[in-house]
């Protein structure tokens, strides 16, 4: 299995938001950013649904800079 294919069936978290929200940015701004924000792509996809779902939404703060930077980018790409 691919790298990209990996992180796409990662995007997939049963919540038609969150899914689509993850895979945008996969598909937009993964490929041309750099090995930090990659890493911190990945673990955003390794944290929980709840987590997620409270950062995307904005209920909640990362405590991560590297992270919050990443939910930042995820909600700031524009639908295509």
Do not use: H
Not at 7 to 36: K, N, P, S, V
Not at 51 to 79: D, H, K
Request: proline share 4%; net charge negative.
């Amino acid at each position: 299995m691919s790298e990209e294919s990996r992180l796409r069936w990662q995007c997939r978290r049963g919540m038609r938001e969150l899914d689509d929200l993850l895979i945008r940015y996969l598909e937009t701004r993964f490929a041309a950013a750099d090995a930090d924000e990659k890493a911190a792509f990945q673990a955003v996809l390794e944290l929980s649904d709840p987590e997620l779902n409270g950062y995307l939404l904005q209920r909640q703060t990362p405590s991560s800079e590297s992270i919050a930077r990443v939910i930042n980018s995820i909600l700031s790409t524009p639908f295509t």
